[in-house]
């Protein structure tokens, strides 16, 4: 991985920063709920900033579709990322132009501004070269410290990475130092879990995986697609049966390339998919009634995963192993993860993760400080898991 960071960064007292940063921030009644992106951001806006440049940071918030939108302005984000930054913010409500010039002309070294939403111009999202001059023309470098959107070849993303002296942000360095000590230059052996809902949304991570790992742990609903294929009798459980031929392949694929896998053979059952179902049960894959589904791995069948973790050094994990947002199918879940935390702890594996609801699951499973890192990146993180080159990425390391 070769990519220039704030480390390359020569003297920027007095000049003009353009950059690029997750505020795509949930929100409720106009308020930020939760200021995560805006945390993960801070370090490089507070470098910058230390360093004497002038920090303007461009964002995209919400789905605008290339028109302005009074109700997706940046304009309300202001206030919340001056709180976590502790420094006054100005709000510029251009993103290049004799407008935004003269604003970046009042401030002074060192203060920060935040440009309106990219989105707001059809350029964006269609990569237009003339756009991203533009933009170019009111800065002197640029800085990608969002790699939740380095999955799209948007203006701000990737086509300005071409027009200006271009750096990784702190955020950005860290997750692609993690990500790179997961699949890049693992350890060995590797084990990668994937779970979830559908095999059909995952279908270029698993294919990715099997070239790439020792083992490979598949658990959630999608696990019931795999036994299915395997002519295990899954009842009424949540299962892709169109998809035997595929599940077929990439065992095959698996087989073909020295990737062990790992599917549940021991599984907790219920009639109904409710907390603490009076139907509740573990037992065997074979054993499931036509009227029962599987919710979550069975503690046998988990114990046995933790013992294929104990022999590696290196985890992947996308995907919870059960419904976990239900009592008890959070519990296969909770136990792998906290065995996973506890090896991390211990030194002997290095442990990465993401996906939107496998955030979720490992911060109810209480692990999150203890796994070596978490992605919140959703899409970006997936199409890492897939193999693919993230469009972002490559023109910062071009
Ligand atoms: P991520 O967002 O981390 O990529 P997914 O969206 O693929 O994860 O999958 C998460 C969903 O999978 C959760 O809502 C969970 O309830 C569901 N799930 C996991 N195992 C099962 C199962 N056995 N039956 C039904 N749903 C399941
Ligand atoms: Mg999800």
Redesign the pocket.
Known sequence: MNFRGLDDLGDVHGKVALVRVDLNLPMRDGDVTDTTRIRAAAPTILELSEKGAKVLLLAHFGRPGGERSSTLSLSMVVGAVEAVIGKEVMFIPEISGDVAKQAIGILRAGDVGILENTRFWKGEEANDPEFAAAIADIGDLYVNDAFSAAHRAHATTEGLAKLLPAYAGRSMQAELEALDKALGQPEKPVAAVV????VS??LDVLHHLVGQVDHLIIG??MA?TFLAAKGVNVGK??CEHDLADTANKILAAADASDCTVHLPYDVMVAKEFAANPASLRSCNVHEVKADEM???VAPAAVEALADVLKTCRTLVW????????TEPFDAATVALARTAAALTREGSLVCVAG????VAALNHAGVADDFTYISTAGGAF?EWMEGKELPGVAALSG
Do not use: H, M, R
Request: overall charge negative; aromatic content about 4%; cysteine-free.
């Open positions: 779970g979830g809902a559908k949304s995952k959630g609903g019931n459980s949540l599987i919710l979550d996308n995907g919870p192993l059960g419904a976990f947002e996906g939107g609801d496998t997936l």
